[in-house]
């Protein structure tokens, strides 16, 4: 089956650097890619779609200055977390539906930790 | 009104019993209905796709309602390994976002 790999998937940093999350589709090529967001004990938020080769699209409430999408490409997109700090720790998760736009796959997730 | 909604649990149930989780979602234009699994901290993974005729996997039923927009998971002879959170998740058609409710939590207990 398709495949996503998405790396880190553990970054401790400090508050204040920013961090980058990779997505990408291991055997297939996905146009769009979804960037989740999960805090304990709640459910997955979708913070943004990523659309190779535009600008990504952000949901409501989410900053796009604070969370820079690029998908350069049809098997890669980067999510990066701006001068982060300790209310952006969370577990990431990107995802990805193949071209029968069936079954979405998921990365592995990066858990982030700002100190 | 959120999107999708589930039952809160956390269902703690005995090795063997059959349990049931259920599920409602507010948007009528909704056309793919899934249940996920996630265990703790790791991704969310596909259990089953749930369509209108129901349909069943092993000991994993799955149910649609499109009129009351309601979904159901049903799993007979439960195991300590079906311990982990079940996310009822919809999507419109073609390629758009999965919608996830908060999912339940079952631990079933030897």
């Known amino acids: 089956g398709a495949v996503v790999s998405q790396h880190p998937s553990r970054v401790i940093c400090k508050s204040g650097t920013s961090v980058k999350i990779e997505c990408r589709s291991l055997?297939?090529?996905?146009?769009?890619m979804f960037w989740y967001r999960q805090f304990p004990k709640q459910s997955l938020m979708l913070m943004a779609t990523s659309n190779e080769g535009s600008k990504a699209t952000y949901e409501q409430g989410v900053e796009k200055d604070k969370f820079l999408i690029n998908h350069a490409s049809l098997t890669l997109s980067t999510l990066t977390v701006t001068s982060a700090h300790p209310e952006d720790s969370s577990f990431y998760i990107c995802?990805?539906?193949?071209?029968?736009?069936?079954?979405?796959?998921f990365g592995q997730g990066t858990r982030l930790t700002v100190v | 009104r959120k999107e999708v909604e589930q039952d809160p649990g956390p269902f703690n149930v005995p090795e063997g019993a059959t349990v049931a989780f259920n599920c409602t979602y507010s948007?009528?234009?909704?056309?793919?209905f899934f249940w996920y699994r996630q265990d703790c901290r790791k991704e969310p993974k596909l259990l089953m796709s749930?369509?209108?005729s129901g349909n069943e996997d092993g000991r994993f039923t799955a149910q649609l309602n499109r009129a009351s927009q309601y979904i159901s998971l049903l799993i007979r002879d439960s195991k300590l390994s079906d311990s982990a959170t079940y996310l009822c998740?919809?999507?419109?058609?073609?390629?758009?976002?999965?919608?996830f409710g908060k999912g339940t939590r079952l631990s079933v207990i030897a």
């Open positions: 995802s990805a539906r193949d071209r029968s736009n069936t079954e979405a796959f």
């Open positions: 948007n009528s234009a909704s056309q793919s």
């Open positions: 055997d297939f090529q996905a146009t769009t």
């Open positions: 998740v919809v999507s419109s058609s073609g390629n758009t976002p999965l919608v």
């Open positions: 749930v369509y209108s």
